[in-house]
Nanobody, 121 residues
Framework: QVQLVESGGGLVQAGGSLRLSCTASGSIFSIDAMGWYRQAPGKQRELVAVIPSGGRTNYADSVKGRFTISRDNAKNTVYLQMNSLKPEDTAVYYC???????????????WGQGTQVTVSS
């Protein structure tokens, strides 16, 4: 019912920047929070940043001051601006959205397919 598609990943040198985008589509009534998660090799998936429809953004300690999450509600799109990238930021980044779907009374979490971010030394 809802599809999330990420883009913007790639290979970048340490200290560089990338901007990830994620657009939600489908039978969307409303979207509450949108966020970014990542999963590095050998590690569990972790929350990177989240932005509610209204409210304060939240970031993992490891990315505070370097990453900025934003959203364009008219486009159902969330962005993650990643600056001062470090090799430890290398991971597959997944978009997440909490969505209320037409014809479904409860909100549900939806995930994108992931986009690879690789930061070289």
């Amino acid at each position: 019912q809802v599809q999330l598609v990420e883009s913007g990943g790639g290979l970048v040198q340490a200290g560089g920047s990338l901007r990830l985008s994620c657009t939600a589509s489908g039978s969307i009534f409303s979207i509450d929070a949108m966020g970014w998660y990542r999963q590095a090799p050998g590690k569990q998936r972790e929350l990177v940043a989240v932005i509610p429809s209204g409210g304060r953004t939240n970031y993992a300690d490891s990315v505070k001051g370097r990453f900025t999450i934003s959203r364009d509600n008219a486009k159902n799109t969330v962005y993650l601006q990643m600056n001062s990238l470090k090799p430890e930021d290398t991971a597959v980044y997944y978009c997440n959205a909490r969505v209320r779907v037409y014809g479904y009374s409860r909100e549900g979490d939806y995930w994108g397919q992931g986009t690879q971010v690789t930061v070289s030394s």
